[in-house]
């Protein structure tokens, strides 16, 4: 146990010592059991606080590249291999199953608050991130009640015990390293009426950090959040990836099939495609199905999606080469 955290815990006893002599009436015991001064919470500042409430969502370039999470809000116990252009991928599901793409929200909400925090000048960020649960919550479109909260928490878990093996590079680096999509996780703070987590303690991988650092991340939309399935996220995120700065960016629907990490049939991912493409909700992009070729164009849609691919291409000029 840190000595940070062992200051804290003698703080709680004193405090509860306190309490108890103030309900007998020794009002001595009481002022006795207070301590001078409160701990220092962060003396060596070994983590990074996610405070910035209008940072612009932002995503990993790994992860909506190559299909790292499931697209179902059943257990997945699948063990998935892929492998594209040189890159493999396995994942491999602990006991409370898959890492999901809604489960993705939580990384996406740490990454969006440490690049806005470098954007602003701050160095040196680590691993370790300080979340407040109600702010994650609200900034990608969850509930605030109960249920929320208990969603939260098993995000958590399945993200901590989701087995990632990869070449996949990030921050420049391509090394073949497995990790889990985050560390650990621990709750910090609790509400003392209900005992929902207030604050949570997250520490991402090393695999996600070098992306953070590396800035190979991209801005996502808002409305990314208001999307109901698996399958609408994942293409907005392999739209988001490949079509860049350009207007379009079309693709074979096998391909699609493939790097979309849908578990359904090719008949069946088609019948989905065509289902969202004609009901045209999918923010930045509008979805054409060639029936003929088999082949699914994305087209941006509106100035403002362009805009943001281009102010992406500029914070990070290299970034260029991989759109």
């Known amino acids: 146990m840190s000595s940070t955290k062992e200051q804290v815990k003698k703080l709680k006893e004193r405090l509860m010592e306190s309490m108890e002599a103030l309900d007998r009436g020794d009002l001595g015991a009481y002022e006795r059991n207070l301590p001078p001064l409160l701990p220092e919470r962060h003396p060596d500042l070994d983590f990074f606080v996610c405070d910035i409430l209008d940072a612009a969502p932002k995503d990993d370039l790994g992860s909506m590249e190559h299909p790292m999470f499931s697209l179902s809000t059943k257990p997945d116990h699948r063990i998935r291999h892929y492998e594209h252009n040189g890159n493999s991928l396995t994942i491999a599901p602990g006991a409370h199953g898959l890492a999901t793409i809604w489960d ?4 996406i909400y740490c ?3 440490v690049v ?4 602003r000048g701050h160095k040196d960020v680590p691993r370790k991130v300080w979340v407040t649960a109600y702010d994650l919550l609200v900034a990608t479109n969850r509930q605030t009640s109960g249920e929320g909260y208990k969603k939260l928490k098993s995000a958590l878990d399945r993200l901590a015990s989701t087995y990632v093996k990869t070449n996949i590079e990030t921050g420049d680096e ?3 390293q497995g990790f889990t999509l985050i560390d650990s996780w621990e709750i910090v703070e609790k509400n003392p009426g209900d005992q929902r ?3 949570v303690e997250i520490t991402l991988s090393e695999w996600i950090h070098n992306a953070i650092t590396g800035r190979d991340v991209l801005t996502i939309s808002k409305e990314y959040f208001r999307l109901r399935k ?3 996220r994942r293409l907005y995120e ?3 990836k490949h079509c860049g700065k350009q207007t379009n960016w079309k693709i074979s629907l096998a391909l699609l099939h493939k790097k ?3 578990s359904g049939t090719l008949r069946e991912f088609r019948r989905k495609l065509k289902g969202i493409a004609k009901s045209d909700h999918m923010p930045d992009y509008r979805i054409v199905y060639d029936e003929d070729n088999n082949q699914v164009t994305f087209y941006i849609r509106s100035a403002k999606g362009h805009l943001r691919a281009v102010k992406d291409v500029l914070d990070k000029p290299k970034q260029g080469e991989l759109l």
């Open 104 to 107: 993705k929200d939580v990384l």
């Open 111 to 113: 990454i969006s608050q």
């Open 116 to 119: 806005e925090a470098m954007n």
């Open 174 to 176: 391509r090394v073949m």
């Open 197 to 199: 987590m207030v604050a």
């Open 230 to 232: 698996g399958m609408e």
């Open 238 to 240: 392999i739209a988001r």
């Open 260 to 262: 979309s990490g849908s």
